[in-house]
């Protein structure tokens, strides 16, 4: 069975449940740690998804990986401030990184089905013509960006 964000399994919350009966421990006290972790993933999660850029994130992120520099291009913002956006995107559990020598590649972590389908639900909203300006300004910085800045 798929688990929600990674939280739990079938198999290990039936063996935990049953450990803590036979420990004679109450399982109402597990079940509310249990509900907190999973009510706290969410909050994490829908917050992410709270804020106009990091949705401009996670559109772009939908084309391809991309790398800080490319999103500070096509955000026309400055460079921690898309840090931070993207950190509480990690956090989240949306987006996954992959490194590339010294450089930091982002992408969409669509690896869980709950996650897929929230990331699919979102990006549907959104549509091109709301990014437009940030997918030219993509594009122009991908044209004539200095290869040695950037590793693709």
């Known amino acids: ?4 964000f990674g939280v ?22 597990y079940i509310k740690n249990f509900l907190y972790f999973v009510v706290q993933k969410l909050i994490k999660f829908f917050h992410a998804l709270s804020d106009e850029t990091r949705l401009k994130i996670i559109k772009l992120l939908e084309k391809s990986e991309l790398c800080v520099c490319e999103i500070v291009a096509a955000l026309d913002m400055v460079q921690p401030k898309v840090s931070f956006h993207l950190g509480v995107l990690k956090e989240a559990g949306l987006v996954k990184i992959k490194r590339k020598g010294k450089w930091i590649l982002y992408s969409l972590d ?5 996650k897929r389908f929230l990331i699919f639900t979102v990006l549907e909203k959104i549509s091109d013509e709301d990014i ?13 960006q200095d290869p040695r800045y950037c590793p693709r």
Not at 1 to 4: A, G, L, N, R, V
């Open 8 to 29: 739990s399994k079938v198999i290990p919350s039936i063996c935990f449940f049953s450990a803590s009966l036979r420990d004679n421990l109450p399982v109402d006290i």
């Open 110 to 114: 669509d690896s869980e089905l709950f």
């Open 132 to 144: 437009k300006k940030e997918i030219e300004r993509l594009r122009d910085f991908k044209q004539n």
């Open 1 to 4: 069975m798929q688990s929600i």
